[in-house]
């Protein structure tokens, strides 16, 4: 079981920017696929990005491509989530989620999940 750790969320301005972390502790990192996701104000919670166990590999949302940018450092078992020209829309409680080996975007695929941190963005 792998403990997941989110932070960087907080208060930004339309076009600003924010980094958003993901510390993992209990289980093998390296090996496995990492993902961001988000729960939007009386919405579902929905897809952002995702990143390969060697980082070679990255899918990204229509709603965020060009924006924002998802990196891992597998020697600090950490993900982080940079996001640019952001936009109220994008406002919601941001959870990192632990995968398998597959690169995928389904949410019912990440068994592990953090607690989630909030980013509004104001317009």
């Known amino acids: 079981q792998v403990q997941l750790v989110e932070s960087g969320g907080g208060l930004v301005q339309a076009g600003g920017s924010l980094t958003l972390s993901c510390a993992a502790s209990?289980?093998?990192?390296?090996?496995?696929?990492m993902g961001w996701f988000r729960q939007g104000p009386g919405k579902e919670r929905e897809f952002v990005a995702v990143?390969?166990?060697?980082?070679?590999?990255?899918i990204y949302a229509d709603s965020v491509k060009g924006r924002f940018t998802i990196s891992r450092v597998n020697a600090r078992n950490t993900v982080f989530l940079q996001m640019n020209s952001l936009k109220p829309e994008d406002t919601a409680v941001y959870y990192c989620?632990?995968?398998?080996?597959?690169?995928?975007?389904?949410?019912?695929?990440?068994?592990?999940w953090g607690q989630g941190t909030q980013v509004t963005v104001s317009s």
């Open positions: 990143i390969s166990w060697s980082a070679k590999s990255t």
């Open positions: 989620a632990q995968g398998g080996v597959r690169l995928t975007t389904t949410p019912a695929d990440f068994g592990s």
């Open positions: 209990g289980r093998t990192f390296s090996s496995y696929t």
